[in-house]
């Protein structure tokens, strides 16, 4: 049977599989730095690539290979590269593909660390990047220069949950000869694929849906061998920002889960919502399972479901915002997000709090913005934490 015609929660289960002599059922941790020759011919046939065995865990580990099988499976990519974390992912893709000179156009809505990696780090070494709105394909062609390599979105978008329409950004980007990469933490492969959508490259941040219970930090590159894999395998053997086997086995165990975690916390984001958006302390809610979404029709056709994070506003800026933040009880007050604990930000002072008051504004972040991600609890007992919270805050 082909990977194509198997569910994403089977191949999540039984995917990546590589049973030792000894037949245990579940997936072993190979905790080695390095592995043994037989002899010197064979050490030497390793070190020149003739023999694809295991030379050193910063190349790869067989646990790792495992996670890499297993993800490259649900995602429906021919490969995987398994990186440190999530922004070793997007480092290793920028060093991996291209070089002084080059050009990349993403969405102006971004998780922070990427915005200052670009702006920052990439500036240095002569890869410059132009911001565009997520939502605007043709913003996206028209900032397409000569010498443009990649676009680079996320959708959704944090924290705003606006929507890039992949298709219709994947024609642009094969027409003009760019490569198109997504980031799909927010929706992960239980919701979302984008390679099947049109993208070139899919990252992942594994610490958020795929590990799912904030035990680790690992990340991933997916597309075509002929583009990712050789360019990737080189970089991180050198650089060194490899995924370590514990953590690649946490996360391979993460990905059985997924499925089931994904629905479950994906219904309740989307009951919350509703009830979010009929309490009389919410002025707004931004969720793409919505019917009131400005995007809902296309979030039906790209997304499994509206996804498990919900953001919402309410009256009277910070200082109420803050205030249903105090009177949870239940709810972590964390910027990390896809656990199966529900997760409370107030985005303005937390993740986007060094951007300029402009740039906040330009990117819907107002004062009374809260984002939830919405994990495995008791619904009603979501509502009645919200709930003391929301009317506090009236
Ligand atoms: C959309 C997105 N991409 C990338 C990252 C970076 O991932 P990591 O923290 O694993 O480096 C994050 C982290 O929050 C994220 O939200």
């Given at each position: ?154 959708t ?7 929507l890039a329409d992949i298709p ?19 929706c992960?492969?239980?919701?979302q694929?984008?390679?099947?959508l ?97 995007q809902?029709?296309l979030a039906s056709r790209q997304q ?91």
């Amino acid at each position: 049977m082909s990977h194509s015609e198997l569910a994403v929660e089977t191949l999540a289960v039984r995917e990546g599989i590589h049973r030792t002599p000894f037949g245990e059922h579940s997936e072993p941790l190979f905790l080695t730095s390095s592995f043994v020759f037989d002899s010197a011919a064979q050490a030497a046939a390793r070190f020149a690539g003739e023999d694809d065995g295991f030379v050193y865990s910063r190349y790869t580990n067989p646990t790792v290979r495992a996670f890499e099988e297993r993800l490259a499976a649900m995602e429906g990519a021919e490969c995987c590269v398994a990186t440190a974390s999530g922004m070793a992912a997007i480092l290793g893709c920028v060093m991996g593909l291209m070089r002084a000179g080059e050009h990349i156009v993403s969405s102006r809505s971004l998780f922070g660390a990427t915005s200052q990696l670009f702006n920052n780090f990439l500036a240095k070494f002569g890869v410059t990047t132009t911001y565009v709105p997520l939502a605007d394909p043709e913003a996206w062609e028209a900032a397409i220069r000569p010498e443009t390599r990649l676009l680079f979105l996320e959708t959704p978008s944090n924290p705003m949950m606006e929507l890039a329409d992949i298709p219709a950004i994947a024609e642009i980007a094969h027409r003009r000869g760019v490569l198109l990469v997504v980031d799909n933490c927010f929706c992960s492969p239980a919701l979302q694929q984008p390679i099947a959508l049109g993208a070139d490259i899919v990252i992942h941040s594994a610490t958020k849906y795929l590990d799912g219970q904030g035990r680790v930090l690992g990340g991933a590159v997916l597309g075509r061998r002929s583009v990712v894999l050789d360019p990737l395998t080189a970089f991180l053997r050198n650089a060194g920002a490899t995924l370590s086997p514990f953590n690649a086995w946490v996360v391979l165990k993460g990905l059985e889960t997924l499925k089931i975690r994904m629905d479950a916390q994906s219904a309740s984001a989307a009951a919350l919502a509703d009830w979010l958006e009929a309490h009389p302390g919410v002025k707004r809610v931004h969720y793409p399972g919505l019917a009131s979404h400005p995007q809902h029709a296309l979030a039906s056709r790209q997304q499994k479901s509206g996804g498990a994070i919900v953001s919402f506003e309410v009256d009277g800026g910070r200082e109420r915002a803050w205030k249903v933040v105090d009177s949870t009880r239940l709810l972590s007050i964390t910027a990390n997000l896809g656990d199966t604990k529900t997760t409370i930000t107030h985005p303005a002072s937390t993740t986007h709090g060094r951007l300029t008051a402009e740039a906040r504004a330009s990117a819907g972040v107002t004062e009374g913005l809260l984002r939830i991600s919405v994990g495995l609890e008791g619904l009603e007992d979501l509502k009645a934490d919200l709930d003391r919270g929301l009317s506090a805050a009236r």
